[in-house]
């Protein structure tokens, strides 16, 4: 008989608990109470997701987000792992978040969900700005948006179909 490793299993992303909401449901028979949970998980090297989940405790509601949020992990190409290629503009509804690649040593500049997001992605060092609507769920949206149209300098040489050196000039 085979023996299974009794160790638990070490977390293979970190989380962060972006908001948790109660959300009612009136029905003829009363107020169904609920609750909705956003989470960012990533491991601090290049890897990040944002999921949700609803669930009559708040536990269960994290628990599925979390879930939700290791199932749409996106991979990012960091510049000398510390910040990102290029200015992007992500949008979600009404909430727009500008990034900006930034100086060695600049830190991240960011504010509630958006900071969660980047810190969890790996980013050291970005400038980013919330523009619009300040709801916790989109501009943590819109910050995904941003950090996935992306373009690593690879990336773009071998769309173009020259070299790096070309790019770079």
Do not use: C, W
Request: glycine fraction near 10%; charge should be positive; avoid cysteine.
């Amino acid at each position: 008989m085979e023996k299974r490793n009794s160790k638990p299993r070490e977390k293979e992303y970190n989380e962060t608990v972006i908001s948790v909401n109660r959300v009612t449901k009136v029905t003829k028979g009363g107020r169904r109470l609920r609750f909705a949970a956003t989470v960012a998980v990533g491991d601090g090297k290049g890897k990040v997701g944002l999921g949700t989940g609803k669930a009559n405790e708040v536990q269960d509601a994290i628990k599925k987000a979390i879930q939700n949020a290791t199932n749409n992990i996106i991979k990012l190409d960091l510049v000398e792992n510390r910040t990102v290629s290029h200015d992007a503009i992500g949008t979600s509804g009404a909430a727009k978040v500008l990034i900006k690649p930034a100086k060695a040593g600049t830190g991240i500049i960011a504010g509630g969900s958006v900071r969660a997001v980047l810190e969890l992605a790996g980013v050291k060092d970005i400038i980013s700005k919330s523009l619009g609507s300040n709801t916790k769920l989109n501009t943590a949206r819109a910050t995904m948006a941003a950090l996935k149209s992306q373009k690593s300098v690879e990336k773009i040489a071998e769309l173009r179909g020259k070299s790096i050196e070309e790019i770079l000039g």
